[in-house]
């Protein structure tokens, strides 16, 4: 089952504007990421984010973690065509045993018109 | 260096059949995941490979599903008798240590596209 749940599922902009998607979670957990996905394929990794920071920036990403509201946004400044892709949210949970499987959010499509 | 691979890329198969997905995780790698996509379950969990602890199972949907990885390296995922429901993309995933407590960058292959008839 999932753990998380994103909004919006789908979301488009255009070139240039900035493009905001949101990831709640249920349990605790040590370490959310954000991955992006095109066509349906192989997953790339974004940011990592731990439990006990609140905000990470990487380029023209920027993440914060909120761990009392169970929540998480990833923020794509100045988007760009090339940012069209579906984003997904992955949490590790805080348990000795879970090691580093990861649940994932149901995903926010965004499409990115030139 | 190479990435995580994954075969076949596509698989068509008739209902009742068995088949096999490989996956090659990145060398020196040593935590291997398997999880599938599909339209109605989104991403989901099915097994962990580290190093020679007993895998977690916790994630296969039946025991038609079952996991090996030879030598630490190499994973084959088979599903037995297969079902309308088991199509999906499965995807294959490896870290360098997959350290419990998590907190590493899982690297993706491209997936198996599974049709079943």
Same mark, same amino acid.
């Given at each position: 089952?999932? /753990?998380?749940?994103?909004?919006? /599922?789908?979301?488009?902009? /255009?070139?240039?504007?900035?493009?905001?998607?949101?990831?709640?979670?249920?349990?605790?957990?040590?370490?959310? /990421?954000?991955?992006?996905?095109?066509?349906?394929?192989?997953?790339?990794?974004?940011?990592?984010?731990?439990?006990?920071?609140?905000?990470?920036?990487?380029?023209?990403?920027?993440?914060?973690?909120?761990?009392?509201?169970?929540?998480?946004?990833?923020?794509?400044?100045?988007?760009? +065509?090339?940012?069209? +892709?579906?984003?997904?949210?992955?949490?590790?949970?805080?348990?000795? +045993?879970?090691?580093?499987?990861?649940?994932?959010?149901?995903?926010?499509?965004?499409?990115?018109?030139? | 260096?190479?990435?995580?691979?994954?075969?076949? &890329?596509?698989?068509?198969?008739? @209902?009742? @059949?068995?088949?096999?997905? $490989?996956?090659?995780?990145?060398?020196?790698?040593?935590?291997?995941?398997?999880?599938?996509?599909?339209?109605?379950?989104? =991403?989901?969990?099915?097994?962990?490979?580290?190093?020679?602890?007993?895998?977690? @199972? &916790?994630? =296969?949907?039946?025991? $038609?599903?079952?996991?090996?990885?030879?030598?630490?390296?190499?994973?084959?995922?088979?599903?037995? $008798?297969?079902?309308?429901?088991?199509?999906?993309?499965?995807?294959?995933?490896?870290? $360098?240590?997959?350290?419990?407590?998590?907190?590493?960058?899982?690297?993706?292959?491209?997936?198996?596209?599974? =049709?079943?008839?």
């Amino acid at each position: 089952s999932q /753990q998380g749940e994103e909004d919006p /599922q789908a979301l488009s902009i /255009q070139e240039g504007e900035n493009a905001t998607m949101n990831c709640s979670y249920k349990t605790s957990i040590n370490n959310l /990421q954000w991955y992006r996905q095109n066509s349906g394929r192989g997953l790339v990794h974004l940011i990592l984010i731990r439990s006990n920071e609140r905000e990470k920036h990487s380029g023209r990403l920027r993440v914060t973690l909120d761990t009392s509201k169970k929540s998480s946004s990833l923020l794509i400044t100045a988007s760009r +065509a090339a940012d069209t +892709a579906s984003y997904f949210c992955a949490t590790d949970e805080l348990r000795k +045993a879970a090691g580093n499987k990861l649940t994932f959010g149901g995903g926010t499509r965004v499409l990115v018109k030139p | 260096g190479a990435g995580v691979s994954q075969s076949p &890329s596509n698989k068509v198969t008739e @209902k009742g @059949k068995d088949v096999e997905l $490989r996956c090659d995780p990145i060398s020196g790698h040593t935590a291997l995941y398997w999880y599938r996509q599909s339209l109605g379950q989104g =991403l989901e969990f099915l097994i962990y490979f580290q190093g020679n602890s007993a895998p977690d @199972k &916790s994630g =296969l949907p039946s025991d $038609r599903f079952s996991a090996e990885r030879t030598g630490g390296s190499v994973s084959t995922l088979t599903i037995q $008798r297969t079902q309308q429901e088991d199509s999906a993309v499965y995807l294959c995933a490896s870290s $360098r240590f997959g350290l419990a407590g998590g907190g590493e960058t899982q690297y993706f292959g491209p997936g198996t596209r599974l =049709l079943v008839l």
